[in-house]
């Protein structure tokens, strides 16, 4: 699942991210691309304009994501452009984990 410039709108964000979390399948991954990373100064400005924006850092939507549940995150930041990328993967089932392929003993 992807947002690409679009999590600064979500409502309550960990309660948005617990429903990404449902939605996935064990093991699934969901992406967030972000062109302002909370760290520009010069970002604020949209605050004013757009009306409800958000502007979260990666430290703030990590700490989201894992309230929400997932088991890993990967933070990747452009410090230069003020770009944002994050992966959070949803744990894969122990069930699942153990399962043997069909067919195959």
Known sequence: MTAFETVY???G???SFREVYRTLRPG?????????????PHASK???VI????IFDGD????FL????????????????HWLCVLAMRENSSLLENEEPSGIS
Do not use: C, H
């Open 9 to 11: 709108f979500w409502p």
């Open 13 to 15: 964000p960990t309660e």
């Open 28 to 40: 699934g991954i969901f992406l967030i691309v972000n062109e302002s990373d909370g760290e520009d």
């Open 46 to 48: 949209w605050l004013s």
């Open 51 to 54: 009306d409800g924006m958000r």
């Open 60 to 63: 703030q939507l990590a700490r």
């Open 66 to 81: 894992t309230e929400a549940g997932f088991s890993e995150i990967i933070i990747n930041r452009n410090a230069k452009k």
